[in-house]
């Protein structure tokens, strides 16, 4: 009489690891790791994209690490001694904007777009790896205290991050040379790398 | 296209076919104000250098339309011969130009240094005045922006005294 109860207890017990059984995923060890490698690939593709871009010429140049702006293809050294001054935008009375306005000016070659200036110091990336620039984005003491949202926000729509697809001509009018990646892709890549946590492959 | 916009002082309205030509043309072309000069067209020499609300700007590489509704000051506005800006004086009173196509651009880079920086030093000017001068008056300019200042400082004593 007293064995009753254990049998059932047994029989329910083998009654749910069977049903446990047959409701779980058909996925195999293996696969839960290709998939993850998969997701990390994706990862670095998008990093690898994003990457392309930020140290393109047309990104790189605005991003000095000595404080003086660079210009066109081979950054060299922003002509005429123009650099950082005070307040990212060059000196008192002879500033960026003295010559730099809000649209590029396809008559001189002088290019422009909405609130040209160089990035801040903290954001100078010129001469650093592709990881340390990536640190240094995500950086909040760096960045500008953006989050990763707001980091989204400022590379896929800031007016002079955009600047870079369409940077007009130079002062012999020829076009000036645009990221390899388009601006679509990229914007692409940031979402996702963002979204795939933001992790920086050689870490 | 209509551009209202404050020429010396005096409110202007031109009608102008593209908006995208650049503030110097309208300046000399079409308000006929000859004193600001075309150099480089390509913002590099600063000869074309006025003032748009206070500021440099290199009207060469400065479409009109965004001067619309602003207070723009060419050479002619800075002063005249009776009552001339303390830069125009300096610039006398130290014989600086020689041919002198480059000077307007040079005084008002000047005067807008002078607005920013009364009492600049020799780096102020290094770092702020570098249009292009090709007789070489680099020497005799640099003597006058001091000699401007001062005449500046003067005037601004003067006038507190007879306010």
């Known amino acids: ?72 293809d081979a950054s060299h050294p922003h002509h005429f001694g123009m650099a950082r001054g005070e307040d990212d935008h060059g000196f008192e009375a002879t500033s960026c904007n003295t010559c730099h306005q809000s649209q590029n000016n396809l008559n001189s070659g002088v290019p422009g777009a909405p609130h040209w200036a160089l990035a801040p110091a903290s954001m100078a990336w010129e001469g650093l790896t592709r990881a340390q620039i990536a640190e240094r984005l995500l950086d909040k003491s760096m960045n500008g205290n953006r989050s990763h949202q707001e980091l989204i926000e400022h590379m896929t729509e800031d007016d002079l991050v955009l600047w870079a697809w369409e940077p007009g001509v130079d002062a012999d009018g020829e076009p000036r040379t645009i990221p390899p990646v388009s601006k679509e892709e990229f914007k692409k890549a940031v979402e996702n790398w963002f979204a795939d946590g933001a992790i920086i492959p050689s870490k | 296209m209509e551009i209202s916009l404050t020429v010396n002082g005096v409110s202007k309205t031109v009608d102008i076919a593209d908006e995208n030509t650049p503030l110097l043309w309208v300046v000399r072309d079409t308000l006929d104000l000859k004193g600001t000069k075309f150099g480089c067209g390509k913002a590099a020499c600063g ?15 400065y479409p009109v339309k ?70 070489g008056t680099y ?25």
């Open chain 2, 47 to 61: 000869a074309c250098t006025l003032h748009v609300d206070g500021e440099a700007v290199r009207s060469c590489s």
């Open chain 1, 1 to 72: 009489m007293k064995l009753k109860p254990i049998y059932t207890f047994l029989a329910l017990t083998v009654v749910g690891f069977l049903f446990a059984l047959a409701n779980t995923p058909k996925i195999s060890a293996y696969e839960i790791l290709e998939k993850q490698s998969k997701n990390t690939q994706n990862s670095n593709d998008d990093y690898d994209k994003m990457m392309d871009v930020l140290t393109h010429q047309r990104c790189m140049n605005c991003h000095p690490s000595d404080d003086i702006p660079k210009q066109g």
């Open chain 2, 66 to 135: 965004f001067a619309d509704g602003k207070e723009v000051t060419t050479i002619e506005g800075l002063g005249d011969r009776e009552n001339p800006h303390p830069v125009q004086q300096a610039w006398i009173e130290e014989i600086v130009p020689q041919c002198g196509y480059c000077q307007p651009g040079f005084m008002m880079a000047t005067a807008a240094l002078l607005n920013k920086v009364p009492k600049p030093t020799d780096e102020d000017i290094d770092k702020n005045i570098i249009n292009v001068c090709r007789c």
């Open chain 2, 139 to 163: 020497y005799r300019m640099r003597k006058a922006i001091y000699k401007a200042a001062k005449l500046q400082a003067e005037k601004v004593i003067n006038e507190s005294k007879e306010a």
